[in-house]
């Protein structure tokens, strides 16, 4: 199932997809112009707006506004551990240090709810977590008898089925993750028979105001933008597959 959904996302991500819908248009086009010539048209055009922070904020912000109150460390309840999902940091065999990565901030916020007392142990999640988050955990503080690493897991679901192995059916845990990664998660933990606490970080859509948004920023394409795009997309897919 693993192998098969990675195939799915390869092909119907709305980057791939959109640029075989556009070279099918300009191979149609070479029997029947005008439909060829509107199919790569629309597809071009759905890319270019998949590059707006327009489409960004529509598709991000129904996943990560849920979690916007939630992200005070201190004020976050306590737990009798801090699950901690991978993907925030890289690894690649030779590397003196691991690479901070997108979601890197999950490991820094971990790091907050345990140095504020909030749980005793920080259960790491993730492939390859062991060589790259571990150290980053014990730069931001935590002792490393404080740390329980998973390195099986390759994605949320076998997260939250190796993690109950570790913590105990309907353990109470603060789970960090990306804001718009969350509501999957919980699903996922909740299902495993765990009692999933949201401690989100790494907004990329939601902002509690739009000052600093530039005007063309709503219709111009940028590289930022289609990557969060991309992220969203997976997301959402990810929930109609779990379903």
């Not at 991500?13 to 819908?21: A, E, Q, R």
């Amino acid at each position: 199932m693993y192998v098969v959904n990675k195939l799915v996302w390869f092909f119907l991500n709305p980057l791939t997809f959109s640029l075989v819908v556009a070279f099918a248009g300009l191979v149609v086009a070479r029997r029947r112009l005008k439909a060829g010539l509107w199919t790569a048209g629309i597809a071009l055009a759905a890319l270019w707006f998949q590059g707006t922070f327009t489409c960004a904020l529509v598709t991000g912000w129904p996943l990560e506004r849920p979690y916007a109150e939630m992200q005070d460390a201190d004020a976050s309840p306590e737990a009798s551990a801090i699950v901690l999902l991978g993907g925030g940091m890289v690894y690649l065999e030779g590397m003196t240090y691991p690479d901070m990565a997108d979601c890197a901030d999950r490991v820094w916020h971990a790091a907050r709810l345990y140095k504020a007392g909030k749980a005793p142990k920080v259960v790491v999640a993730g492939r390859m977590d062991l060589q790259a988050t571990v150290p980053l955990l014990l730069d931001f503080g935590v002792p490393r008898e404080a740390i329980v690493v998973d390195n099986d897991s390759r994605n949320t679901y076998e997260n939250s089925r190796n993690v109950v192995q570790i913590v105990g059916e309907g353990g109470r845990i603060l789970l960090v993750t990306s804001a718009w990664h969350m509501g999957r998660s919980i699903g996922n933990f909740k299902a495993a028979g765990l009692d999933p606490i949201p401690a989100p970080c790494d907004f990329k859509a939601y902002r509690a105001n739009f000052d600093d948004v530039h005007f063309w920023s709503w219709f111009a394409p940028t590289a930022d933008n289609l990557l969060s795009v991309q992220t969203f997309a997976k997301e959402w897919m990810g929930r109609l597959a779990r379903r």
